[in-house]
């Protein structure tokens, strides 16, 4: 079993940064991941996500601004996020793979102010 944790969101304006965090309580190492994002009254979408080998593909809303990364010895996956817009508001979920099972973490709230 795995187990989710995210940090680094919070209350930011438009034009500013955010970097997010997901540490996992075992190792990441051969687990696809990825970011997810839940706006208000919308279905969970997937923002970003990077395979096991480090490949990582985005969202057409997220590419040229967010970055995905892992740190395999820390356990953990980042998201970084430049020029949030109000629309990249939302809670936004760690999500793992691992071995076809799928774990959630409880999502961190990121409010873009405009």
């Known amino acids: 079993q795995v187990q989710l944790v995210e940090s680094g969101g919070g209350l930011v304006q438009a034009g500013g940064s955010l970097r997010l965090s997901c540490a996992a309580s075992?190792?990441?190492?051969?687990?696809?991941m990825g970011w997810y994002r839940q706006a208000p009254g919308k279905k969970r979408e997937l923002v970003a996500a990077?395979?096991?080998?480090?490949?990582?593909n985005y969202a057409d809303s997220a590419k040229g601004r967010f970055t995905m990364s892992k740190d395999n010895a820390k356990n953990t996956v980042y998201l970084e996020m430049n020029s949030l817009k109000p629309e990249d508001t939302g809670v936004y979920y760690c999500?793992?793979?691992?071995?076809?099972?799928?774990?959630w973490g409880q999502g961190t709230q990121v409010t873009v102010s405009s």
């Open positions: 075992g190792s990441i190492f051969g687990i696809y």
């Open positions: 990077i395979s096991s080998g480090g490949s990582t």
């Open positions: 999500n793992a793979n691992k071995f076809n099972l799928i774990y």
